[in-house]
């Protein structure tokens, strides 16, 4: 996503600002992925038109809860 110059996800933070974030949150995140109770955000659909009039889904995943 970096490389891409990705926009933000559909919790609104940007890369810098999620790398921010995980440094600080990454030992809570760890440990709920460890016990099972980690359940991410549901990805956000929406379409996007396609050159032949078609429509595509496209997910925007979100990597963490702020």
Same mark, same amino acid.
């Given at each position: ?10 919790? +609104? ?13 990454? %030992? $809570?995140?760890? *440990? !709920?992925? &460890?016990? +099972? ?13 396609? %050159? $032949?009039?078609? *429509? !595509?889904? &496209? ?8």
């Amino acid at each position: 996503m970096k490389a891409n110059k990705g926009a933000a996800g559909a919790d +609104g933070l940007s890369i810098e600002a999620t790398a921010a974030h995980l440094r600080t949150s990454w %030992p $809570d995140i760890r *440990e !709920r992925v &460890l016990a +099972g109770t980690y359940r991410p955000m549901p990805v956000r659909r929406v379409t996007i038109p396609k %050159p $032949d009039g078609g *429509e !595509r889904e &496209l997910g925007i995943p979100t990597v963490t809860v702020a």
